[in-house]
């Protein structure tokens, strides 16, 4: 590490109760909720307030379910993103239209860009008592006797180094997430397969809901989001990545859109293109213990599932709000519930996920991991709906890890 631990933020406070390592879908969600649960936390993370990562954001049920509860979901109304109140599953010329019923609190799905939705969540934290600062990349972890860890490293961009210590660490750094590393966080569970993205944004594209279209060995999909824009990706097996995608990623985009979906290749060159294309080459997915000695992981950084499922913000807020509760009983046991809460649903979310990620599949094979994959979402929705309900946090952890619990529950 270098230079002096003095010059840092003197703003920030030495010690907390909860340091989180992350602040976006994960890391300001778990602050918030924390905080509004009477913790001590400071969020950090390395990059800017409000800035773009790569995703296509768009938001499940329980997603949405989760920021109007919150208080947060009309914010994001106001501010311009639609809501989205049907989604086309379409397989070859088969289409198969959803109307997304009112349930939970909810009219419809949304999609907002994150410039919006991580900078909505750290205004919610920081409102809820939360220090989040940006700009602050976590260097190191501080152990303790036993080699429990108690805190963290942290340098700013003029190298300027400053130790914080807390009760507990939270890595909510994503895919690639340092303290999963250096805590040694086991892998409980892997993918097999990983699917490659490539996406950009058009205005004037004339599609109101969410739109999934499957053919053999790729598919697209079309998600309104803010400010009259739509997200428009397509999606392969990893390995047409480098040879197809990556020597021209404009004209493999068109090639592959119009091997999907010939309607959607006319009208987006009726629309009009903003910005450039973004691409993901494609990693397996991952799942990894949720925590150790002083350390914990929510989001990505501990349950890594392929984007072709459109459900890791779903899954990083469901899961903040499963971490805050356990972190807020202040007992170690409080963990062990969130991590088997966490992995009731997540192994099926993988395991659906990388199956639709092998792009080996007949329109029927698809067809049936997607109606697979709704179930196991209802039961989502369902179990966050009676956490809701749940007037105490520890009645709700209790019987969420029961075995009997909602998030448990077998689908009638
Ligand atoms: C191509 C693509 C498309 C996707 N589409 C969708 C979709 O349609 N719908 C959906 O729900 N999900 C989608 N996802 C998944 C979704 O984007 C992730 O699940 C989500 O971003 C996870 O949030 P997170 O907060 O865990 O991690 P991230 O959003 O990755 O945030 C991690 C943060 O940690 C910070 N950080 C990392 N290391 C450090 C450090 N050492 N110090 C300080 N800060 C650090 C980073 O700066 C970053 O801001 C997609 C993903 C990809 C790749």
């Given at each position: 590490?270098?230079g002096s631990s003095a010059a840092l933020?003197?703003?920030?406070?030495?010690?907390?109760?909860?340091?989180?390592?992350?602040?976006?879908?994960?890391?300001?969600?778990?602050?918030?909720?924390?905080?509004?649960?009477?913790?001590?936390?400071?969020?950090?993370?390395?990059?800017?307030?409000?800035?773009?990562?790569?995703?296509?954001?768009?938001?499940?049920?329980?997603?949405?379910?989760?920021?109007?509860?919150?208080?947060?979901?009309?914010?994001?109304?106001?501010?311009?993103?639609?809501?989205?109140?049907?989604?086309?599953?379409?397989?070859?010329?088969?289409?198969?239209?959803?109307?997304?019923?009112?349930?939970?609190?909810?009219?419809?799905?949304?999609?907002?860009?994150?410039?919006?939705?991580?900078?909505?969540?750290?205004?919610?934290?920081?409102?809820?008592?939360?220090?989040?600062?940006?700009?602050?990349?976590?260097?190191?972890?501080?152990?303790?006797?036993?080699?429990?860890?108690?805190?963290?490293?942290?340098?700013?961009?003029?190298?300027r180094a400053?130790?914080?210590?807390?009760?507990?660490?939270?890595?909510?750094?994503?895919?690639?997430?340092?303290?999963?590393?250096?805590?040694?966080?086991?892998?409980?569970?892997?993918?097999?397969?990983?699917?490659?993205?490539?996406?950009?944004?058009?205005?004037?594209?004339?599609?109101?809901?969410?739109?999934?279209?499957?053919?053999?060995?790729?598919?697209?999909?079309?998600?309104?989001?803010?400010?009259?824009?739509?997200?428009?990706?397509?999606?392969?097996?990893?390995?047409?990545?480098?040879?197809?995608?990556?020597?021209?990623?404009?004209?493999?985009?068109?090639?592959?859109?119009?091997?999907?979906?010939?309607?959607?290749?006319?009208?987006?060159?009726?629309?009009?293109?903003?910005?450039?294309?973004?691409?993901?080459?494609?990693?397996?997915?991952?799942?990894?213990?949720?925590?150790?000695?002083?350390?914990?992981?929510?989001?990505?950084?501990?349950?890594?599932?392929?984007?072709?499922?459109?459900?890791?913000?779903?899954?990083?807020?469901?899961?903040?709000?499963?971490?805050?509760?356990?972190?807020?009983?202040?007992?170690?046991?409080?963990?062990?519930?969130?991590?088997?809460?966490?992995?009731?649903?997540?192994?099926?979310?993988?395991?659906?996920?990388?199956?639709?990620?092998?792009?080996?599949?007949?329109?029927?094979?698809?067809?049936?991991?997607?109606?697979?994959?709704?179930?196991?979402?209802?039961?989502?929705?369902?179990?966050?709906?009676?956490?809701?309900?749940?007037?105490?946090?520890?009645?709700?952890?209790?019987?969420?890890?029961?075995?009997?619990?909602?998030?448990?529950?077998?689908?009638?």
């Open positions: 590490m270098n933020a003197p703003a920030l406070p030495e010690r907390v109760d909860v340091i989180i390592v992350g602040a976006r879908a994960a890391g300001a969600a778990t602050a918030m909720l924390a905080a509004r649960g009477g913790l001590d936390v400071l969020a950090v993370d390395r990059g800017g307030y409000g800035t773009d990562t790569l995703s296509t954001h768009a938001l499940m049920r329980g997603a949405v379910v989760q920021l109007a509860r919150w208080g947060l979901l009309d914010r994001l109304e106001r501010a311009g993103t639609p809501l989205v109140r049907r989604t086309t599953f379409a397989y070859g010329a088969l289409e198969i239209p959803v109307e997304i019923r009112p349930r939970g609190g909810i009219e419809g799905l949304c999609a907002p860009r994150r410039t919006r939705l991580d900078a909505l969540l750290v205004d919610a934290a920081r409102q809820a008592g939360a220090t989040v600062a940006h700009g602050l990349r976590c260097a190191g972890l501080v152990r303790g006797p036993g080699g429990r860890v108690r805190g963290v490293e942290l340098v700013d961009g003029a190298g400053r130790r914080v210590l807390a009760d507990r660490v939270v890595g909510a750094d994503g895919l690639r997430s340092g303290i999963a590393r250096e805590t040694g966080a086991a892998i409980r569970r892997r993918g097999a397969h990983a699917s490659g993205v490539v996406y950009g944004y058009w205005r004037g594209l004339g599609i109101e809901g969410y739109e999934w279209r499957y053919a053999p060995g790729a598919s697209t999909g079309a998600i309104p989001t803010d400010d009259g824009a739509t997200c428009v990706f397509v999606s392969f097996a990893r390995e047409r990545f480098r040879d197809e995608l990556a020597p021209d990623v404009a004209a493999g985009f068109a090639r592959i859109v119009a091997e999907v979906s010939p309607g959607l290749a006319a009208a987006l060159g009726r629309a009009e293109r903003r910005g450039g294309f973004r691409g993901f080459p494609g990693v397996p997915g991952c799942l990894r213990a949720a925590h150790g000695p002083g350390w914990a992981l929510v989001g990505d950084a501990g349950f890594f599932r392929d984007p072709i499922t459109a459900h890791g913000i779903t899954d990083a807020l469901r899961d903040a709000e499963l971490l805050a509760r356990a972190l807020a009983t202040g007992r170690e046991r409080s963990l062990v519930d969130y991590e088997q809460e966490r992995d009731a649903l997540a192994v099926e979310l993988l395991d659906l996920s990388d199956a639709v990620a092998a792009y080996d599949w007949s329109p029927e094979r698809v067809q049936e991991l997607h109606r697979q994959l709704s179930e196991v979402m209802k039961r989502e929705v369902r179990g966050l709906e009676a956490m809701a309900r749940a007037a105490e946090p520890d009645a709700a952890v209790a019987a969420l890890a029961s075995g009997a619990g909602p998030l448990q529950e077998k689908t009638k």
